[in-house]
């Protein structure tokens, strides 16, 4: 059984920073695909990004571009998120998943939830 956990989520302001985290427990960490995704009230869950587990290769929604980055540590069977200059449309509550198969992924974390203010 493999459990996600987020954490870092918070209320902040426009333009501050955020750091997610997402720790996985029951297996290592370090040969799936992980990835992050948000929901905001009343929306459809959104991908935000995603980070390869061999090459670390990263991508990014537009709408986060220059402004997160996506990072891991394996020995730590850990994936972040680092969100920085923050606005109110990212409000949301944001999901850590990973190992994706056939474009699914199979793991989902419980979820964190960041409001930015203006």
């Known amino acids: 059984q493999v459990q996600l956990v987020e954490s870092g989520g918070g209320l902040v302001q426009a333009g501050d920073s955020l750091r997610l985290s997402c720790v996985a427990s029951?297996?290592?960490?370090?040969?799936?695909?992980a990835a992050w995704f948000r929901q905001a009230p009343g929306k459809e869950r959104e991908f935000v990004a995603t980070i390869g587990w061999s090459d670390g290769n990263t991508d990014y929604a537009d709408s986060v571009k220059g402004r997160f980055a996506i990072s891991r540590d394996n020995s730590k069977n850990t994936v972040f998120l680092q969100m920085n200059t923050l606005k109110p449309e990212d409000t949301a509550v944001y999901f850590c998943?990973?190992?994706?198969?056939?474009?699914?992924?199979?793991?989902w974390g419980q979820g964190t939830q960041v409001t930015v203010s203006s």
């Open positions: 029951g297996r290592a960490f370090n040969s799936v695909t």
């Open positions: 998943a990973a190992n994706r198969l056939r474009d699914v992924y199979q793991w």
